[in-house]
């Protein structure tokens, strides 16, 4: 994706207490990368409960507000549970560069998780690079996988 096509992007992030710093960079990255960001953190309120964050941006994701977020929690796990429980969220929660082209590549994610308060193999802002710079590959089989994700009666 051009830097161009970004201008004229929104993405959402958000973060609890034990993501916060995270958020910041990865906020202030995307800023220089031209997106407009929509923070839901919500600091004045302690910002204790991922999940107080994490669904908000999920839905809003879901419905289509934006085509993509980034959630930050202390391992990544809670924020990964409460977006990948509403349709049409397809969170990744990376841990390298190689996660989040694949997750990119293969399964469309529109959700970048990244651990804010444990050791990873790549830095947070080299693996959110890596996210918003791998297209989806559109491939036949990937397309009919993703599909099924939400369709399983079919
Ligand atoms: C907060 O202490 C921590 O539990 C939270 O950030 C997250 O790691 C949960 O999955």
């Not at 970004?6 to 992030?13: G, H, K, M, T």
């Not at 049409?88 to 990244?114: P, T």
């Amino acid at each position: 994706m051009s830097e161009n096509k970004e201008a004229s992007q929104v993405i959402a992030v958000g973060s609890d207490h034990a993501g916060f710093a995270v958020k910041e960079a990865v906020k202030k990255r995307l800023q220089e990368r031209g997106w407009r960001v929509e923070d839901y953190t919500q600091v004045e309120a302690g910002a204790g409960d991922y999940p107080q964050v994490g669904r908000p941006v999920a839905e809003a994701v879901a419905r289509g507000d934006f085509p993509r977020a980034v959630l930050v929690c202390g391992t990544g796990l809670g924020m990964s549970y409460v977006s990948n429980r509403v349709p049409g969220v397809r969170a990744a929660l990376c841990f390298n560069c190689e996660f989040a082209r694949l997750s990119r590549e293969h399964n469309d994610s529109n959700i970048l998780v990244i651990p804010g308060r444990v050791a990873i193999p790549d830095p947070p802002l080299a693996i959110l690079d890596a996210w918003l710079d791998t297209p989806f590959s559109q491939d036949e089989r990937h397309v009919r996988r993703i599909y099924q994700i939400d369709h399983p009666e079919e």
